[in-house]
């Protein structure tokens, strides 16, 4: 019966959600106060159906239930209790019902936390998340049901679920990702409901920025966990492949970055006010798109998940109605908006505008590359053509470059106009001795002189020296606006050194052991001891022993496994890792190769860990800035506003 | 439904993961160009892999050609010309540049020198200055110091 | 207020966007890749044939008239899926059939050929897959069609079934006989 109930609070939500999209609309129209107000109960009501929808499926999961198709696909009685829960997002129909969980969330936060909005503002918004919420809850309902049941023949035991998802990276990406994804629907909303005012403002800016920040920083953890995740699962020690599904998460991200900023600017200068309403719309519509590349089968990819055409035409049908909806509101609401405020070149508006433009030059090479083969598929008539890593980073990592070096000056750019004779009096010392500094380095640890490694540290240095400079002449960081920002941009630093060190000197030796063999590689000696056969909850493993030692000090033992999964039939490579915050070390078991030898693959990473440190710490810095007093300040003005707009 | 099944038989049959092969190169060199190949090439069987990154039987065949090939002394270019007349433009995550992927390639160049374009237009324009007499003149400018803090 | 054109733009850019997506809709499965080899000859080689490994074939054991080369192996369910049908194709036409024994095992491919019969002309053997390479072989089973100069001019992924032959094979055999008597 659990199913049942599910799926019919899943109906009674999309009901809900049908009347958000309609009511508070119908209010605003008529000027009913009533009606406008009955946003936030039906937003409850939402949540809380879909939150029991949701736990439908994962007591099911839990309980075993392979009378439900979905649970019968993608899970098995010997999964440990951990995974069978995150088994619930393993595919699309259970992750699409926890991405519309999500929406439901967000939705309900946006009506409880938004006493800053007019009543006319708020329900707009929620009218446009109601119609956000409704079209998910149909998707699901009409195309991708988790609740549909095998009967009356079911199998006795399930499929399980692939074993690279058997991980604690599961329990955790694809929630983030899919906090960050949905949450922009937020500022989406806020943007299209100031369009249909026809009154673009600076309280728009000002309401917006928490959530897109909040909405951001899910994004950059989720990002950051992907990556992470990648890394140490699948056994060959790369973190980032520019994959299609990839991209899907990382452009929403771009255009987000650009987001923020643009916000800030707009709401303290009321500049690119037009401008900041079509990147707030972009970004959701890249969270879409995202999703339509990631689950329509248009688009081949190792993360995809199953293909099936009729949901992929669907999700085009929602992305044609909502994108093309808003961009063509867009086009003639927007019209009439013009900037306020002049600036110099040198002005903090400047920088914000080049930090614009360069994020969208850089979405939309990515955005290129990655539909470029579908693009040529269509135009010669089935011929096909890759579009891989070498593009993408031949492309990307300039562009990104120049932002890096805006980046450097950035704190200290002043709205209107910025003295750049006395920026470059007051620091010029720090900025000559940085590149030598690293250049010095580099030769002490390395021996050698790599000028592009060089090049790229000495801008994320930069970056590092000149914020700490800005806080030594400001004397405290005295707002948790100004700590994220800093925060944000440390981080950056910190994960582009981490890229760099780790893309430029890591050493990765695919070696043949026997027992006993002994291989040197970047200064760890790597003896191999052998292969036991070991048994997991639900795979035969072989695992073998290093020990890993430097100068005869004892580093670590690392014990790589080859794991074969008895239900899913499947082989995986689980490597071991001793991490570090300044090296990784890591050993993957290839195959047997005779005898007792194996094949074995050994990397030393350097700094690889700051990758992920640097992605935490932006996003930490992100959620830092929601702290800030002024969004607290909020309550005395509320009484004002409600006054003012009702009457 | 039969299509289906064939095409699950047909792709069940590979283990896409990551592969491991002992190949000994002479030098330092003639390994990273090794890494650099495989990395570069694409495997023709798996959903988006690199020949480095798949265990697939045509991806151990490919990793095998490549390092014949250095050892015998072929360039680079050579080695990618030999997959592309086998595979076509599939098997190389390079796009060649070529009249099909000028767009490709050029792209986002042109987009940057938009970009750049369209800054210098509004980072430079000049605000409009207003006509305004001495007299009002002296008033503004003792105004703004004034207030000036 | 003036309208202002560009702010079309993105809406444009928009519309482009999901013309392509749409269409990508049409497009064949992702799993199968175009031959790079069509329209070319095909590729010079000197293997051992199967049934008599003193004895090597090249390519001017197959030249002469339109033919069908199948890349096959014991390793491949498919290859048995389609074998009844290339058993019939070689019994009830006159089109020769070669088969290229693909990274596979002698005594095991021996077998096989005897338990289920042999539809080939002759067999050789790829064992390293070099031949299979320079075919632009990604898997198996696939077939090769070839014109009467001994040129590639259609390459069928995955097993030859009634429907396959019926539809895709034989146009495409047809065809090039007529071109070669004409």
């Not at chain 1, 492309?395 to 120049?402: A, E, Q």
Request: with cysteine; net charge negative.
């Amino acid at each position: 019966m659990i199913p049942e109930f599910g799926h019919f609070a899943l109906i009674l939500a999309f009901g809900l959600s049908i009347a958000l999209a309609i009511l508070p609309a119908v209010g605003v129209y008529r000027r009913d106060a009533m009606l406008m107000q009955t946003g936030p109960s039906i937003a409850t009501g939402i949540f809380v159906f879909m939150a029991f929808s949701f736990g439908c499926l994962v007591y099911s999961f839990s309980q075993d239930d392979f009378s439900v198709a979905y649970v019968a696909n993608n899970s098995n009685s010997a999964l440990p209790i951990q995974y069978k829960i995150s088994a619930v997002w393993g595919a699309h129909e259970g992750s699409f019902l926890l991405w519309t969980l999500i929406a439901s969330g967000w939705t309900l936060a946006v009506a409880t936390f938004s006493r800053g909005l007019t009543f006319d503002m708020k329900a707009r918004v929620l009218a446009v998340l109601g119609l956000l919420c409704a079209g998910f809850a149909a998707f699901l309902l009409f195309t991708s049901n988790p609740f549909d049941r095998n009967l009356p023949f079911h199998p006795a035991d399930g499929a399980d679920l692939n074993p690279l998802l058997q991980d604690f990276g599961l329990i955790v990406h694809p929630p983030m990702l899919y906090m960050g994804y949905v949450g922009f629907a937020v500022p989406f909303a806020l943007a299209i409901a100031t369009l249909t005012t026809g009154r673009l403002d600076a309280a728009w800016a000002r309401w917006s920025r928490p959530w897109t920040t909040a909405a951001w920083a899910f994004l950059t953890v989720g990002i950051t966990l992907g990556s992470w995740w990648a890394y140490y699962e699948l056994g060959w020690g790369g973190w980032w492949f520019w994959d299609a599904v990839e991209n899907a998460s990382f452009m929403p991200w771009l255009v987000g970055t650009a987001l923020i900023h643009s916000l800030a600017a707009s709401e303290k200068r009321g500049v690119f006010k037009s401008w900041t309403v079509l990147l707030a719309i972009s970004t959701f519509s890249l969270s879409l798109l995202g999703a339509f590349l990631v689950r329509s089968g248009v688009l081949t990819s190792v993360h995809a998940f199953a293909v099936d055409p009729t949901r992929g035409l669907y999700i085009l049908v929602f992305l044609v109605l909502v994108i093309g909806g808003s961009l063509t509101l867009y086009a003639f609401k927007a019209s009439g908006i013009k900037s306020e405020a002049h600036f110099e070149w040198n002005s903090r508006e400047a920088m914000l505008l080049i930090n614009n433009l360069l994020l969208v030059v850089a979405t939309a090479s990515v955005l290129l590359g990655t539909l470029y083969p579908l693009l040529y598929e269509v135009i010669t008539d089935g011929k096909k053509i890759s579009v891989g890593p070498p593009y993408f980073n031949r492309v990307f990592v300039p562009i990104v470059c120049l932002l890096f070096l805006a980046m450097v000056v950035s704190p200290f750019s002043r709205w209107r106009k910025t003295s750049v004779d006395i920026l470059i009096r007051q620091h010029w010392p720090f900025l000559l001795a940085t590149p030598v500094a690293v250049c010095v380095v580099t030769y002490l640890v390395t021996n050698g002189i790599d000028m592009l490694a060089i090049g790229v540290e000495t801008l994320a240095v930069w970056i590092l020296v000149m914020l700490v400079r800005h806080w030594w002449q400001s004397g405290s960081i005295n707002s948790a606006s100004k700590l994220g920002m800093m925060m944000g941009h440390a981080g950056i630093a910190v994960a582009i050194l981490g890229v760099v060190v780790t893309v430029t000197y890591s050493e990765e030796r695919d070696v043949r052991m026997s027992p006993g063999d002994s291989l040197v590689v970047a200064g760890y000696e790597f003896t191999f001891e052998g292969v036991q056969k070991v048994r997991g909850p639900n795979y035969l493993a072989d695992q073998a022993e290093f020990n890993v030692t430097s100068n005869g000090d004892f580093v670590a033992k690392l014990r790589p496994e080859k794991r074969f999964y008895s239900v899913a039939q499947n082989v995986m490579t689980e490597a071991d890792i001793d991490p570090g915050l300044f090296r990784d070390v890591f050993v993957a078991l290839g195959e047997n190769v005779g005898e007792s030898a194996w094949a074995v693959r050994i990397h030393v990473k350097p700094f690889v860990r700051w990758i992920w440190l640097g992605g935490l710490l932006v996003a930490l810095g992100g959620f830092v800035t929601l702290l800030d007093k002024r969004y607290r300040r909020v309550r005395e003005v509320v009484s004002i506003n409600a006054v003012g707009s009702a009457a | 439904m039969a299509r289906l099944l064939l095409a699950l038989i047909f792709s069940v049959s590979v283990n896409c993961l990551a592969a491991i092969d002992a190949y000994p190169f002479p030098d330092e060199d003639m390994q990273q160009r090794y890494d650099g190949l495989i990395a570069e090439l694409r495997c023709p069987q798996c959903l988006n892999t690199n020949l480095a990154g798949s265990d697939a039987m045509i991806a151990q065949d490919l990793r095998r050609e490549v390092h014949r090939m250095l050892l015998d002394g072929y360039e680079d270019e050579e080695i990618l010309e030999f997959m592309y007349e086998r595979y076509g433009d599939f098997i190389l995550y390079r796009p060649r540049l070529g009249f099909g992927t000028l767009v490709l390639w050029l792209g986002p160049l042109l987009l940057l020198v938009v970009a750049g374009l369209i800054w210098f237009r509004l980072a430079r324009a000049k605000p409009e200055l207003l006509e305004i007499n001495t007299e009002d003149q002296a008033r503004l400018d003792k105004l703004l110091k004034d207030t000036d803090t | 207020m003036t309208f202002n054109k560009s702010l079309l733009i993105p809406l444009g850019v928009f519309v482009l966007l999901v013309v392509f997506l749409a269409l990508g809709f049409r497009l064949q499965n992702p799993h199968l890749l175009p031959s790079a080899l069509i329209d070319k000859p095909f590729p010079e080689f000197e293997l051992k044939d199967l049934h008599q490994p003193e004895m090597s074939r090249t390519l001017a054991d197959l030249s002469g008239e339109v033919s069908l080369v199948n890349v096959w192996a014991t390793w491949c369910p498919n290859c048995l899926i389609e074998h009844p049908e290339l058993l019939r194709i070689s019994r009830e036409t006159d089109l020769p059939l070669y088969g290229v024994n693909y990274n596979d095992d002698n005594e095991k491919a021996l077998g096989w050929l005897t338990r289920l019969e042999d539809p080939y002309v002759f067999s050789i053997i790829d064992d390293k897959g070099t031949l299979a390479i320079d075919l632009g072989v990604y898997g198996a089973p696939e077939t090769f069609v070839l014109d009467a100069r001994g040129v590639i001019r259609f390459r069928h992924v995955g097993p030859v079934t009634p429907e396959v032959w019926q539809e895709t094979l034989l146009p495409v055999v047809e065809l090039l006989k007529e071109m070669s008597d004409g």
